[in-house]
Structure formats: C-alpha cells, structure tokens
C-alpha cells in the first residue's frame, strides 16, 4: 500500500511534468479507477486479518511482497524497461523498502492478531498526521502554519476518540494499537527520506517500484526463517487472502494509483486516502463481523478532517501523497 518516491510529489516542491499514462488504463473512467484503488486498499485489511489466521505475521507480509514484486516485476518485463543503476540509487531504495514496505507491513499483521482490521485501517489514515510532523522537523522547506498545526492536534483529537479514551480505550489493544499508528508514522517517515534522496532519480516510478518491492522481499526472506517455521497447513482462503494481498493490494493498486498521478495528478489521486478507512470498516464490519461503537465512525471523521487541514496547500503547491 505504499507508492515510490516520484509519485509522491513533495509538498514544497514545484510541479513536475508527469509520466504518460499508460494507454490501457485511458479506457476506463478515471472516477472507477478511482473507486477500485479505494476498494482494493480497504479490503487490504481484512486480507491481513484473514491471512494472520493461518500463517504468521511475518509470512503474510513475506507473501505480500512477493506476489506485488512479481506482478510488478512482470509488467517491466513487458514494457521493456530497466531497472535503476548507481549503488547510492540501490543503497536508498533499502532504506525506502524497509520504512515503506517491510516494516510498515510488518507492524500492520503484527496488530491484527489483536485488534480488528476496521481499527488497522483508521489507523492508517493517521499518516497525513505524522507526515506533517514529520516534514516540519525533516523537511526544512516545509513551512508549518497555524492551519496544518490545527490539522494535527484535531486529528490525533479523532484517535483518541476512536480508542475512546475517557474509558479505558475501548477494550483495544493498547500494543496493536501502537504498533498500527507505528506503521502509518513509518510511512512518514520513509516519505521524507525519499524526498531527501531520490526526488532526482530519472529512473522510472515502475522500475523504481519494481526495485523497492524486490530489496523489501529480500529484506523479509531473510528475517522470517529466523522467527517464523513453515506452515503445517495451507488453508485455501488465508492463502487466497495473500495473494490478493500482494497482488491486488501492493502489486495492481500501485499501477492503479501510477496511471491516476500521471492522468490528473497528485491532489486527486491523493483523496483515495480519505476512502480508504471507510472500505476497510465496512469489510471489516460485514464480512468479518467486528464490533462497531459509535466512537469509531465518529472518530475516524474527526481524523479524516484533521488529515485534510494538514494536506490543504496553495494551488502552486501539489499536496503530499499518502497511501496505505
């Protein structure tokens, strides 16, 4: 659910020229696509949930990444493009596959074994919250003001809320909970870093994707043998959760958000992250039959308001681009 550097335009940054769409993606409407990438990123939680019921976190993560590396590994195949060169672009794209992928990820199954896939996926929408902090202290180009200060305290307002706070948060899990906020600040923070280091790069969003997922897939092969042992069995649905997971959720969600950048650029593709944890708590609340107080919706409201006051620029600023 997390997108390279040159989609994620930096806040201060000027307007870049974006790469064509590709032309598969021209015939259908923009909006669907739009809709699809919202679903595709919702139901992610409830894959995770349902992959953590068989196999362990670490492995659902490892799966993920294998299935979206092969998916984008593939398309590079077919459109005849290279992978980057240079050791500093690869040394870079390590730390970008760790803070943006293996760790958030990780954490992300890691929480569901405790809390539900609807308060994963609220969670997740903090990540506009920390990545204005995050800018403010790491992106010295990043001018606070008193609107996107406003942003954050009103959003973490809504966390507190969603965990009901004022009574023992809920019964939720306070080391889930942690470790899911953990993983949407992980975000942020591998967003700073990519804007530090590869906003320059000329190599492709694909090849540069295609890389991330590769050095991220490595990183977790060889971390999981160490504390995970091989499954005894391999439940159909589990294993069909994580490979949608990976497929769906890491490897044709990225193509999905790539073609809508480069068609209407980074404000619009960007509000896919108010979707999100609407998706996640319906599924969640259908399909699996979580418990839902009214502290959640109305706290996920009180998030996703705050996460816009932070992301609201002015118009020769693209916003930032947060994704799960």
């Known amino acids: 659910m997390s997108v390279p550097a040159r989609l ?19 015939s259908v409407d923009w909006r669907i696509r739009f809709a699809l990438l919202g679903l595709i990123w919702g139901f992610s939680f409830l894959f995770i949930k349902v992959g953590t019921e068989a196999f362990a976190p670490l492995q659902v993560t ?43 990820f990780s954490l992300f199954a890691y929480a569901e074994l405790t809390i539900p896939s609807t308060l994963a996926g609220i969670c997740n929408a903090t990540t506009p919250l920390w990545s204005m902090v ?15 200060f406003a942003g954050v305290g009103l959003g973490f307002l809504g966390v507190l809320t969603v965990l009901g706070a004022w009574q023992g948060f809920s019964g939720q899990d306070p080391a889930g909970t942690a470790m899911a906020l953990i993983a949407g600040a992980s975000y942020a923070v591998g967003w700073a870093y990519v804007r530090r280091t ?11 994707s295609s890389s991330q997922l590769l050095l991220g897939t490595v990183q977790l092969a060889l971390v999981t043998p160490f504390f995970t042992s091989v499954p005894t069995s391999f439940p159909i ?8 997971l990976g ?22 593709a960007v509000m896919v992250t108010y979707l999100i944890p609407v998706v996640a708590t319906a599924a969640g609340v259908l399909l699996l039959h979580e418990r839902l107080g009214w502290n959640e919706p109305v706290g996920a409201v009180i998030v996703l308001a705050g996460a816009a ?11 930032a681009e947060p994704a799960p």
């Open 8 to 26: 994620r335009p930096a806040a201060s940054a000027p307007p870049s020229t974006p790469e064509p769409a590709p032309a598969v993606h021209r």
């Open 62 to 104: 490892l799966g993920r990444m294998v299935f979206g590396t092969v998916v984008l590994v593939a398309t590079l195949l077919v459109k005849r493009d290279r992978l980057p060169r240079g050791k500093r672009t690869w040394l870079h794209l390590t730390v970008a596959a760790l803070l943006l992928n293996a760790l958030p």
């Open 134 to 148: 995050v800018s403010v202290v790491a992106l010295s180009e990043d001018k606070p003001t008193r609107q996107r």
């Open 198 to 208: 590869l906003a320059g790069t000329r190599t492709s969003n694909l090849a540069l």
């Open 237 to 244: 649905l589990p294993v069909l959760s994580v490979v949608a």
């Open 247 to 268: 497929a769906l959720g890491t490897g044709v969600a990225f193509l999905l958000q790539y073609a809508l950048v480069a068609e209407k650029g980074p404000t619009i």
């Open 309 to 319: 006051l932070t992301q609201l620029r002015t118009r020769t600023r693209p916003a």
